[in-house]
């Protein structure tokens, strides 16, 4: 019974008594649940003047799942994966690299942002894993993930194993972080991604989807590059969480799907998520 009706107590019958109680216990339970979040919108806001792409952390849990989900997807060992998440986390110089360019590039200004990446330490660990020669990604924007994946192709450089990336963006000033030793491992291809998916010829590894996020151009992507994947290629959806897409596709293309969720840390939005087919 809620405290209130339990204090106002024999003062009111007992059949109204539960009939208000109720949904005064539906309120606070929502609260529980929802409270938190929502304290935090307005002061991340003010904090960060980010309004939407937000930069957090994972909780540690999520961080662990994440490593066991990369683990299964490419069959290496989690301690491995999880080794190759702490890599990028603990990378000084993709650190100070990120914070400088947020900084000094381009027309937004953001501070304080907290990590740069989320989810996107899974692509991270899977290029790490896989040694892709060849990644597209569709959808750059400040280039979150194109920092990230090339500061894994140069360490996969580093150990023999070179690869290049490819990024696809309609907007000619998308990609304002894949700036000084990270812009060696890849480029920008400007324009409608799904003609510079066709014009492309390469043998891709790693795909990852996440331009125009209608279920219907997400799914033309796919259909595109189809054709161009390689027989170990991986496929990941940045828009899992919305289409089902990336499921159907991986189905129709005799793959296995997952669906990993993500969960940030101290930040009201609640997470998106990695959608990832494999062979
Ligand atoms: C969600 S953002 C990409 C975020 C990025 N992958 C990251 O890691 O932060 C989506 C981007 O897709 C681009 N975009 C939207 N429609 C597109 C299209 N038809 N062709 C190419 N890029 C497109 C937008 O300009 C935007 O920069």
Known sequence: MHPIIRTLGRKIPVRLRRRIS????AVRFFKTYLGRQTATILPILLATGETHNFTYDLTEKNLRYLAET????????????AGYIDEAIGDSALKRHFETAMRTVGDQPLRNLRSPFG??????????????KVIVETGVERGHGALLLCAALLRNAAENEPGRYFGTDINPKAGRLLSGEYASAGKILY?????????????????????????DYEYEEFKVIAPKLSAKAIV???????????????RE?????????EEPKNHWYPGAGIGISFP
């Open 70 to 81: 990369i683990a299964v997807v490419t069959g290496k060992a989690p301690t491995d994966i």
């Open 119 to 132: 989810r996107r330490l899974g692509w991270y660990a899977i290029v790490r894993a896989i040694k892709p």
């Open 253 to 261: 293309s005799g793959k296995r799907f997952v669906f990993f969720q």
């Open 236 to 250: 990941l959806g940045d828009n899992a969480h919305v289409t089902d897409k990336l499921a159907l596709f991986s």
């Open 191 to 215: 324009g409608d991604s799904i003609t510079s998916l066709k014009a492309l010829d390469e043998t891709i590894d790693l795909f990852i989807n996440d331009s125009d996020h209608s279920a």
């Open 22 to 25: 109720a949904p005064l216990d």
